[in-house]
């Protein structure tokens, strides 16, 4: 079965500094892969995507996310956090052989003053 | 609009009774999922339609859970006779599924909170 793994459940950051959150996923076919935020008491929102073609992805917000075949991986990163990134993002993967969407557990932003 | 609409926003049930949410896919999505997330918890999924068939419906909890879909288009979680573990937000999201379309991402809407008292 498919698999996607977030490591760190909370991430704290201060306002300014790098923001690095990891997700990897086990898959012998390179997947593709999303990266989605959810803000308080909304919905899940689409950060970026990663389907082929380049492997530096640029999203909304800054954000952008560099897949690594070779090491399963889709992290995703910020250079500069800001106040308003704080949220819960999660990271998912579909294959073009089946319908499902699968989503990591997610990881907690905390943002410092 | 041009977003997954989910209604009621926050539903209030007392234990044992029914209830119905209802979710309004992107005009020409055909796939449509129903997620639950429990409070400070990831997502869990419980069932996808294609059109109007359910291809996976392996997440449902249990069978006092059950779902539809009409028309292609919106589609309704029943939950019978809740419990409080019922308690969490459903979120709806829809999505192009077809062919070359897997790349395309999920959309969802803004969830509706359910409380069993």
């Known amino acids: 079965a498919q698999s996607v793994t977030q490591l760190g459940s909370h991430v704290s950051v201060s306002e300014g500094a790098l923001v690095l959150l990891r997700c990897n996923y086990s898959s012998s076919v390179p997947p593709y892969l999303f990266w989605y935020v959810q803000y308080p008491n909304q919905g899940l929102q689409l950060l970026l995507k990663y389907t082929t073609g380049a492997t530096l992805v640029k999203g909304i917000n800054g954000f952008e996310a560099e897949f690594k075949k070779s090491e399963t991986s889709f992290h995703l990163t910020k250079p500069s956090a800001h106040m308003s990134d704080a949220a819960e993002y999660f990271c998912?993967?579909?294959?073009?052989?089946?319908?499902?969407?699968?989503f990591g557990p997610g990881t907690r932003l905390s943002v410092l003053p | 609009g041009a977003g997954v609409s989910q209604s009621p926003s926050n539903k209030v049930t007392e234990k044992g009774k029914d209830v119905e949410l209802r979710c309004d896919p992107i005009?020409?999505?055909?796939?449509l999922y129903w997620y639950r997330q429990s409070l400070g918890q990831g997502l869990e999924f419980l069932i996808y339609f294609q059109g109007n068939s359910a291809p996976d419906k392996s997440g449902l909890p249990s069978d006092r859970f059950s779902a539809e879909r009409t028309g292609g288009s919106v589609s309704t979680l029943t939950i019978q006779r809740t419990q409080q573990e019922d308690s969490a937000v459903y979120l709806c999201?829809?999505?192009?599924?077809?062919?070359?379309?897997?790349?395309?991402?999920?959309?969802f809407g803004n969830g509706t909170r359910l409380t069993v008292t």
């Open positions: 999201a829809s999505s192009f599924s077809v062919g070359s379309t897997y790349n395309s991402p999920l959309h």
């Open positions: 998912a993967v579909r294959h073009n052989y089946g319908q499902n969407f699968v």
């Open positions: 005009s020409g999505h055909t796939a």
